[in-house]
């Protein structure tokens, strides 16, 4: 039977400053790494992904982000207290205005038609990915919001940080790394690790168990996401 918390401590004790959320990104792999350095980054970076296929996955990214700013909700309503109610709040005035206008912007841009931006068709991929986002929120485990948003937070500063911005990009491709590589996101991934470091130790074995759980399928469905809107 497998026991992720003693797995962990396991793991812990043979490290001088052990840090759960790295034992979850290395039981990730090799999803981990496939999403962080994704083909579809590098075009993206390169400047040679067609605005096509860059307006395409903003379509299904936006898929997304609606149940991402849902789960946020959630994660806000079952925060232990106003002092994290303040980040994820500021976080989610972010993506509710700048990150927000990147899609607006890509979708005016690149002339997606208008059923597109409200009602498109969704990949199996994304669909499955919304179907997590809506589980985790309906599941009110504060725990398991912390470690859907450690993934798809951590996942995008990693390949963001990864990339060399090419010198001639595209303004929208550049706001869109740009959103995943700041001096504020850095600092939210960090607040987001810690705090679910913090909350872990409180959490009993089933608990445990289950944030583990959901954070290796979230790293499974950000790699199949990916895979999905850019075969390259
Ligand atoms: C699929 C996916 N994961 C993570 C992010 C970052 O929030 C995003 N925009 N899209």
Redesign the pocket.
């Known amino acids: 039977m497998s026991m992720p918390r003693t797995d962990y401590a396991a793991w812990a004790a043979e490290r001088s400053a052990p840090r759960l959320t790295d034992w979850l990104r290395e039981t990730s792999e090799p999803d981990w790494s496939a999403v962080v350095n994704h083909p579809l980054f590098d075009a993206l970076a390169e400047g040679s992904l067609p605005g096509e296929a860059f307006a395409d996955y903003m379509v299904q990214?936006y898929g997304?982000?609606d149940p991402?700013t849902a789960l946020l909700g959630h994660a806000i309503g079952h925060a232990p207290g106003m002092a994290d109610r303040v980040v994820l709040g500021q976080f989610v005035g972010m993506l509710t205005s700048d990150e927000n206008s990147v899609f607006q912007r890509t979708f005016e841009t690149f002339g997606v038609p208008e059923t597109d931006r409200n009602a498109p068709e969704y990949l199996p991929a994304t669909a499955s990915?919304q179907q997590l986002l809506r589980e985790t929120g309906a599941s009110e485990s504060y725990a398991q919001m912390l470690a859907v948003l450690v993934v798809?937070?951590w996942?995008?500063l990693g390949w963001a940080t990864r990339i060399t911005r090419g010198e001639i990009l595209h303004p929208l491709y550049d706001e869109w790394v740009g959103l995943?590589d700041s001096q504020a996101f850095q600092t939210f991934v960090a607040w987001l690790r810690r705090r679910l470091e913090e909350i872990a130790e409180t959490l009993d074995e089933t608990e445990f168990a289950r944030m583990v759980e959901r954070f290796h399928e979230t790293v499974a469905r950000?790699r199949a996401?990916?895979d999905a809107v850019y075969s390259g």
């Open positions: 990214d997304f982000v991402f990915f798809t937070e996942l995008y995943h950000e996401f990916h």
